[in-house]
């Protein structure tokens, strides 16, 4: 029911700073907490950043804390992971996510939690 669809990723050097984009389709986005996650190749995927539904609350991974910064814009359909001093570690394709309402556990940073996603958008770091 719904699609979402990640843009903003690229090439850039390490200590550089990206935006990425996730919108979704409908009218009920905002009542969905959204989840950015990352898989690097021969690696599982793994959690960076989740938002609630109001965006009031914000969870991130040890890895990215201090550094990525999620937030939404309801009105817009849309979530963001602003991602600065970013690391060759960082090197991966980006997932949004997006948790059914009945779900309790979203900010655990489990992908099993989450119940929409979109293709993936590859962001690269060069050192």
């Known amino acids: 029911q719904v699609q979402l669809v990640e843009s903003g990723g690229g090439l850039v050097q390490a200590g550089g700073s990206l935006r990425l984009s996730c919108t979704a389709s409908?009218?009920?986005?905002?009542?969905?907490?959204i989840g950015w996650f990352r898989q690097a190749p021969g690696k599982e995927r793994e959690f960076a950043a989740a938002?609630?539904?109001?965006?009031?609350?914000?969870y991130y991974a040890d890895s990215v804390k201090g550094r990525f910064t999620i937030s939404r814009d309801n009105a817009k359909n849309t979530a963001y992971l602003q991602m600065n001093s970013l690391k060759p570690e960082d090197t991966a394709v980006y997932y949004c996510?997006?948790?059914?309402?009945?779900?309790?556990?979203?900010?655990?940073?489990?992908?099993?939690?989450?119940?929409?996603w979109g293709q993936g958008t590859q962001v690269t770091i060069s050192s």
């Open positions: 409908g009218r009920t986005f905002s009542g969905y907490p």
């Open positions: 938002i609630s539904w109001s965006g009031g609350s914000t």
């Open positions: 996510a997006g948790a059914k309402p009945s779900r309790l556990t979203w900010y655990r940073g489990h992908a099993y939690a989450y119940d929409y």
